[in-house]
């Protein structure tokens, strides 16, 4: 009987103390606070084109972030697109991280266009300056018009299966990009697929970035205590414990920034051949020879930079032929003309590589006035040199034929000729008396042959 008494008392003991346990344990199972990320921040800018040199200086800032144990790297971004190649490259290395990696579209006016709206939105934090825009990421071809045809729907009409790949291939993997960091997927897709563009507002309000500041102040104050996943764990942003440190570019870095776009590198090709052009045509000025050079490299180097198209290549070296043959064959302008032609062709499609970049040659804005400014030049030059080849030659022993002169001394058959001012040795097949008038017939080394001169 006790032991039956003592059983049911331990039993209402344990009854009693169930919810005090399960409490326990509710307590027990709530999430740690989540660990601080503190350190200097660091800043990469990036203001132009995305090509290698942009892609190589923001690898190269991820780097220095996670050797340093920064709180973060910050990346202001200003940029039409770029080449989609390295675009992966430069998400590739921010989804893999280790330190969190903030994108600030900045300054006021600027915009994160077609690849900067991929790069946007793989960052741990995106963020936006008023005034700002983003999206357009459509992949586009070159030419005269580049805009994707739309049907009355307003659906794009790929062109051919190229655009279609690239479309399609576009808007997979910025829609994978959302869905990682928890954005708007059908906003992204829209952006690819109808190169539908927002406001810095409008993209706050779509969930597409995650907060707005005014310069890079505001933002680092708003980041302070801010959450986000780093590596699947969610940490704390310290923003107020280091200093902020800018990642300066190299200066090679800087100058194939510059000579990466598109349009610059068109201009750095035309303008190095037609200086080369002039140097070939008038050996010895070397100035226009070695800045033509110059260009030309320079030009190259920016080709192997850009997705360029072999079809547009061939086409370019086509033109310059056909511009060069135009000095020696002669032909009214015909071969200039068509060289010029060729060279329009050629620069429309030498980087028209959709399935690469959405980078190319504004056609009317830059390529086509090139090209117009280098034919004039060159037609200048033409004229110059075809009226020249008609002159008579003014140097050289063949411009002694014809001449008349002088017998200095009798020629019989040999003897002395007064002539351009200068005493000739000579030679006769007749007997010519002192002070007579002869013809050249002919200049055997230093030696003339003449003949009596007719009145």
Not at 268 to 289: D, K, R, S, T, V
Not at 325 to 342: C, K, N, P, T
Not at 408 to 419: C, D, H, M, Q, Y
Request: glycine share 10%; aromatic share 6%; charged share 20%.
């Amino acid at each position: 009987m006790r032991v039956r008494n003592a059983l049911r008392i331990r039993a209402l003991a344990l009854f009693a103390l169930l919810p005090l346990g399960l409490a326990f344990a509710a307590l027990g199972d709530e999430p740690a606070p989540a660990p601080k990320r503190s350190g200097d921040v660091l800043v990469a800018r990036v203001d132009g084109a995305i090509n290698g040199a942009s892609a190589a200086h923001v690898l190269e800032s991820i780097e220095q972030a996670e050797r340093a144990g920064a709180a973060l790297l910050l990346i202001e971004l200003d940029t039409p697109g770029g080449r989609l190649d390295f675009t992966k490259d430069i998400i590739t290395a921010m989804l893999n991280a280790r330190v969190p990696v903030v994108v600030f579209v900045s300054p006021q006016g600027a915009w994160a266009g077609s690849a900067g709206t991929f790069i946007t939105l793989a960052a741990h934090v995106a963020s936006m300056a008023p005034g700002t825009t983003i999206g357009a990421a459509h992949p586009v071809f070159g030419g005269p018009n580049p805009l994707p045809q739309r049907d009355e729907k307003g659906e794009t009409q790929p062109s051919d299966y190229m655009m279609e790949k690239a479309e399609n291939i576009s808007a997979a993997y910025i829609e994978a990009i959302a869905q990682e960091r928890d954005r708007n997927v059908a906003w992204a897709e829209r952006a690819v697929r109808k190169s539908e563009a927002v406001t810095s507002e409008e993209a706050l309000e779509l969930g597409v970035i995650d907060l707005l500041a005014r310069d890079r102040a505001e933002l680092l104050a708003r980041l302070h205590g801010m959450r986000v996943k780093l590596a699947g764990a969610p940490i704390e942003l310290d923003t107020k414990s280091g200093v902020v440190r800018e990642v300066a570019p190299t200066l090679m870095s800087r100058v194939f920034q510059v000579i990466g776009e598109p349009n610059v590198a068109a201009i750095l090709l035309l303008a190095g051949m037609a200086l080369l052009y002039f140097e070939f045509n008038q050996p010895g000025l070397i100035l226009p020879g070695i800045t033509g050079a110059v260009l030309l490299v320079l030009g190259l180097l920016a080709i192997q930079m850009l997705p360029f198209s072999w079809t547009g290549l061939v086409f370019g070296v086509i033109g310059v032929g056909l511009i060069v043959a135009e000095v020696f064959v002669g032909a009214f302008g015909v071969l200039l003309l068509s060289g010029l032609a060729f060279l329009l062709l050629g620069g429309s499609m030498i980087f028209d590589r959709p399935d690469l970049s959405d980078l190319n040659i504004d056609f009317w804005g830059v390529l086509f006035p090139a090209v117009l400014g280098v034919g004039l030049c060159l037609g200048v030059a033409i004229l110059a040199l075809s009226g020249s080849r008609r002159l008579a030659q003014q140097s050289g022993t063949s411009e002694l034929l014809g001449m008349v002169g002088v017998t200095e001394t009798a020629l019989s058959p040999t003897g002395t000729v007064f002539l351009r001012g200068e005493y000739w040795n000579a030679e006769a097949d007749e007997v010519i008396e002192a002070s007579a008038r002869v013809e050249t017939v002919a200049v055997e080394g230093l030696r003339l042959k003449v003949k009596r001169a007719s009145d």
